[in-house]
């Protein structure tokens, strides 16, 4: 399990930071992250404040870091 | 493999139409439908005028009705 | 009034297809459609296919086509 | 201005969490906070967890809470 370098490992999860031109580019972009995440099963943890889109990924069941948040992570990074 | 009874069969594929109260609601059926059909990896022919959403299922790959669309169907009807 | 280019008249109304990636672009693109048509209180007729998304705009209220048809156009336009 | 008793004031800002059924039912009632939020040209602060969404409205430009936060609650409110 590697955790991509975009990503930054914190209390048991990894984080990433995304920002867009505004609130619809933002939202075009959660929406796509919404499809990865319900196909995985496996979703994030995450905040919106207008263009800016802040996700947190962990394995609440597994009590931290799995290999479903960094493969996650890696197909979340492949949008962008 | 069963059609279910809300959905019409027509030229090698199922149909049915939802109607809502305002494109709001239609949006928001839409929205989890997208999420059904990318868990699924097989999407619908579909559209949308204001409060009606018109769905056609069909395996274009199998040129014809297969398994997976009365599955999506079935769960397609779950979400009403 | 005046069509944008990259829109074809058609019995009164105006018509334009996107091809996308996939689906999952395909509808990010259709949820930030959803929020302008949403702003400007002026919803399309549109219809979506895997990767493709074909929109008809008209003016249903006024019979044909109006300047809340290609100014929505235009919005559209700018998405891409 | 009047803030709905369904949400509770705290710095500045007036905050509500919502719980759904899982993420699809979740995700549909965010894609209709942001048909109103961009309709309303007024962004919510928030935040999702699986079945859970945590709405925080307050006028980032006025510096506190404003009629457009009250008015978009009164909205939100009114899509459950």
């Keep these: 399990m590697t955790v991509p370098d975009s990503w930054t490992e914190r ?3 990894i984080e ?8 619809s580019e933002a939202w075009a972009f959660m929406s ?13 943890d995450w905040s919106n404040r ?4 802040d996700i947190r990924l962990t394995s609440h069941d597994a009590g931290g870091l799995t290999q479903r948040d960094t493969d996650l992570a890696r197909r979340i990074d492949d949008l962008s």
Tied chains: 1, 2, 3, 4.
């Design 32 to 44: 796509r992250v919404a499809l990865l995440a319900e196909a995985a099963n496996h979703h994030p």
């Design 16 to 23: 990433r930071s995304f920002k867009f031109r505004d609130f």
């Design 50 to 53: 207008w263009n800016r889109v």
């Design 11 to 13: 209390d048991g999860g």
